[in-house]
């Protein structure tokens, strides 16, 4: 049972992405991100990361997916636009593509990846981040900080109407 | 984790605190500040530098160690590539203070952006775990879009923001992407213990070669190596003159850094302070890296042969000394990275001189095209003096530290044997190659006929002042002992 709604998520998330990629219409690919971000969420569940698919929830379709929505309402006419992904040097970039993929199967399949030792119960995973967080990655979690206050800092004046 | 211990750490890491404590003092004084007086920042901005490089100066002689878990490290090869972009970035808000660019418009954030973007370099280069390399590889990332783009108004300097960020979030992905492979296939992310589980030898040669281009992607990004490089002239030519003097230099002295750290200690046995280190088996990375220096000077050097525009030329002049300083990689021991610490200290001090000759230009008259400096040798002797060091010392041309800089490079190629004497020979070919674009500008200067234009404005006296600093180090630096070159060999020390 669990092998199956394994398979139909990661169809999901396949199907979805793919449309999001090929559509011409813009509408369209935004509302199917949100089927490849609830996918990807799906995925998460299946690896006991409990704290990841809700988060992936609430920023990515809560937060940046409604920002995309709104971006798209409200510009004039971009409903019309068409969107071309017409590209050049097809046959190229379908080789240099191809062989990367082939190489990246290939190895993938190949390599012995370690495996966790315990797949069995489930445990919660937001007390351990928590105390990963304000332990060992305290210091990144400040960084972050400051990264986000330059950001902010940036968007507000690139966004400010005077010079 | 116990809290005592990182709270131990807060003492090997004053000269960050301070930066952002300046950080936050110039983001109050901003506040306060009109337009018209909003450069008053970048006085702040210098002074914060200056105590930061001071709390630097007080951090000599602790051995090598790790903070924060490990986190980042404190060693002498992280403080020197610190003291290269704090350096370079106080020059760099120097020709911020009275550039024609950045006339009437606030200036306050700019240079906020700038210190936020030196910290996260202070970071970058110390940085010894897959997070926090990512995390400050970021922060540097976005904090260089936006400077990139802050002259709204005009179109070239939006188009340089959003190749910037195209380009940067492609290749950041991939490298992420190669991240997540290595963390997958080792489960840790601190760079040493990766070492130690590759040692094993369980992981397969292919999927190593594979991680490693991955991983290029993003680090040949921050260092414009060629094929990763199509950034550079748009994003050089838009954005804010000093700011590309700025990226040119310290972010790519960072990048290195980096690249350089995790190289020689994720991917390599043994200890990187010991002459007995090697590649890792199955791995020949010093290969790749040595194809990759060869094409990347090669296609910089080709590159600029036809550029008009100032800007542009430096910039791939840029990308070409790139190529330069990936040599001293190849060889990556302890001659090879002293070689490339020496010429990333000689490299900021000539590129931040050459374009700050070019921001005075476009000051005075207006123009960044190479043609219309005809006759500019006689017409501003001083500048024309300044900028022959300048193309001199980026030819590698003696009497001048670039000479030397690049001696260092080949001395240790050549040192290391017979294996590379093909790279040693591409990059003597090369700088056969760069003599030729540089000394075009030399001709416009000196031999060309003009009708002279009018001066626009006068050069103001700090300018002049700034104009000597980093012409006389570039002239006699490297005499008296060449304390430079000692310091260098010195700071080849890693947190291992």
Redesign the interface.
């Known amino acids: 049972m669990g092998e199956v709604i394994f398979w139909v998520i990661w169809a999901l998330v396949a199907v979805s992405a793919m449309v999001v990629a090929f559509s011409k219409n813009l509408v369209y690919s935004v509302f199917s991100l949100l089927a490849t971000f609830i996918g990807v969420a799906g995925i998460y569940i299946f690896l006991n990361a409990d704290f990841l698919a809700v988060t992936q929830i609430v920023i990515y379709v809560g937060g940046i997916l409604v920002l995309l929505v709104f971006g798209i309402m409200l510009t004039n006419r971009i409903v019309v636009a068409k969107i071309t992904q017409s590209s050049l040097q097809r046959t190229t970039g379908l080789v240099v593509v191809g062989a990367i993929f082939l190489v990246l199967v290939l190895t993938l399949l190949n390599q012995t990846w370690p495996l966790a030792t315990s797949a069995a119960e489930f445990d919660s995973t937001v007390n351990n981040i928590g105390e990963l967080l304000f332990g060992d990655y305290l210091i990144l979690f400040e960084v972050a900080s400051v990264l986000l206050l330059g950001a902010l800092i940036g968007a507000a004046t690139l966004a400010r109407k005077e010079l | ?1 116990d ?1 005592t211990q ?1 709270a131990l ?1 807060l003492k090997y890491f004053i000269p960050e605190m301070v930066l ?1 404590g300046f ?1 936050v003092v110039a ?1 109050l004084y901003d506040l306060f500040l009109k ?1 018209e007086t909003s450069h008053r920042v970048g006085f702040v901005a210098i002074a914060g530098l200056v105590v930061t490089l001071g709390m630097l100066y007080q951090q000599q002689g602790i051995p090598a160690t790790g ?3 490990n ?2 490290a404190l060693d002498g090869f992280a403080t020197f590539f610190k003291w290269v972009v704090a350096i370079g970035a106080a020059l760099a808000i120097w020709m911020s203070l009275d550039t024609k660019e950045l006339e ?3 200036v306050g ?1 700019y240079h ?2 700038i210190l ?1 973007l030196v ?2 370099m202070f ?1 970058l280069v110390s940085a010894t775990h897959i ?2 390399i990512y ?2 590889l ?2 540097v990332s ?2 260089s ?2 400077l990139a ?2 002259l ?2 005009n179109s070239r300097s939006n188009e340089a923001s959003v190749k910037y960020v195209i380009y940067g979030a492609f290749s950041s992905g991939i490298m992420l992407y190669g991240l997540s492979l290595l963390y ?4 840790t992310g601190y760079i040493s213990e990766i070492q130690a589980q590759l040692v094993l030898g ?3 040669p ?2 190593l070669v ?1 991680v490693t281009v991955l991983l290029l992607a993003g680090f040949g990004y921050k260092i414009s190596a060629v094929p990763f490089h199509f950034w550079t002239p748009d994003v050089y030519e838009g954005a804010p003159t000093p700011i590309t003097a700025f990226l040119s230099v310290a972010p790519k002295a960072a990048g290195f850094a980096v690249l350089i750290r995790f190289f020689n200690v994720a991917l390599s046995q043994g200890d990187p302070n010991t002459p007995s280190w090697l590649a890792l088996p199955g791995l020949d990375w010093p290969m790749i890296i040595a194809v990759l220096s060869a094409i990347t000077m090669t296609v910089g050097n080709v590159l600029a042969i036809q550029q008009n525009n100032i800007k542009r030329l430096l910039a791939y002049s840029s990308i070409a000394h790139a190529g330069y300083m990936l040599m001293g990689v190849v060889v990556a021991d302890q001659t090879g990275i002293a070689a490339i610490l020496y010429y990333a200290g000689v490299y900021m001090l000539m590129n931040l001189g050459a374009f700050f000759v070019a921001i005075q230009i476009k000051n005075i008259y207006n123009t960044e095209t190479i043609a219309d400096y005809a006759g500019l040798g006689f017409k501003a002797p001083w500048i024309g003096i300044a900028m022959a060091v300048f193309l001199f010392a980026l030819t590698g041309l003696p009497p001048t530290a670039g000479f030397v800089a690049k001696f260092y490079l080949f001395r240790a190629l050549v040192q290391f044997g017979d294996g590379f004497l093909w790279l040693a020979m591409f990059g003597l070919l090369n700088g056969v190659v760069s003599l030729f674009y540089y000394m075009r500008i030399l001709k416009a200067m000196y031999f060309d006929k003009m009708e002279i234009p009018e001066k626009l404005t006068a050069v103001p006296l700090h300018f002049n002042v700034l104009m000597f600093i980093l012409v006389v180090p570039l002239l006699v630096g490297w005499m008296f002992g060449d304390p430079l070159s000692i310091w260098a060999a010195e700071a080849v020390q890693f947190f291992f």
């Open positions: 984790m809290l990182l750490s952002t950080i983001i337009p903070i924060f878990a986190m980042f009437n418009r606030r954030e906020i952006l936020i910290l996260g970071l997070i926090s995390l400050s970021e922060m976005i904090m879009y936006l783009g802050y709204k108004e997958g296939l080792t489960g369980q992981v397969s292919v999927m594979l």
